[in-house]
């Protein structure tokens, strides 16, 4: 069974471009959760999805940031016009619902965002 | 909000020596508990998890870690490190909600 795969691993970015990360859960899981590592500090929740719903977004800045999850592929987690300030790591987990009463996520390797 | 303490961000510690990597946390209803480590290049692993019972657990790799209510604290512990545990510790809390709050993660240099 394949863990959480995450692509690409490293992407670099110009200020103003559009940064597309992907996330494909392990097989079986129908909820995904993506957070954010800025440098020297603590991974930050961002969102939580299932297939085709967005459930929790309290952690998604308000502007530039999306996040889906459809029905078929991978969750992707877009932004646009990225800014200096996005840089950082990304990093996806996922849960399978016997498991999500007891929050045990398993998190992929991280996108690292690189902005120039 | 809830946050989530880790004093030590660099540990550098010859091999066989012991560890231990302080977490607190602040939130006073019923919490679950988790540490995950990082080896370089790889994905946040799980090391162990409390939700409830006997608050001394065992993980994988000879970890083990301590809740102690009073305190707030969630000590990661092993008796005698290998260079293979280099890697970045992080505690992890969740209070109910699907989503994990974490520290900010402490790095581990075992020197052979």
């Known amino acids: 069974n394949a863990g959480v795969m995450q692509n690409p691993r490293h992407l670099v970015r110009r200020r103003g471009q559009e940064a597309r990360l992907r996330c494909s859960p392990m097989k079986g899981h129908s909820h995904v959760y993506w957070y954010r590592q800025l440098p020297e500090e603590g991974l930050k929740f961002m969102v939580y999805l299932q297939k085709e719903n967005i459930i929790d977004e309290s952690g998604m800045p308000k502007e530039r940031f999306s996040a889906e999850f459809p029905k078929e592929g991978p969750s992707i987690l877009r932004i646009q016009q990225v800014v200096r300030g996005d840089s950082a790591a990304y990093f996806c987990a996922s849960s399978p619902m016997a498991e999500l009463a007891k929050n045990i996520q398993y998190f992929g390797a991280g996108t690292r965002l690189s902005v120039l | 909000a809830q946050s989530v303490s880790q004093h030590n961000h660099h540990v550098i510690l010859s091999e066989a020596a012991s560890l231990e990597l302080g977490c607190n946390y602040s939130?006073?209803?019923?919490?679950?508990l988790f540490w995950y480590v990082q080896y370089p290049g790889q994905h946040l692993q799980l090391l162990l998890k409390?939700?409830?019972?006997?608050?001394l657990v065992k993980g994988i790799k000879g970890f083990e870690a301590e809740f102690i209510k009073s305190k707030f604290s969630f000590n990661l512990r092993k008796p005698s490190v290998q260079w293979s545990d280099t890697a970045e510790y992080f505690c992890a809390v969740n209070t109910g909600f699907q989503k994990l709050v974490f520290g900010t993660g402490t790095r581990l240099l075992v020197s052979p």
């Open positions: 939130y006073g209803g019923t919490v679950n």
């Open positions: 409390y939700f409830s019972g006997d608050p």
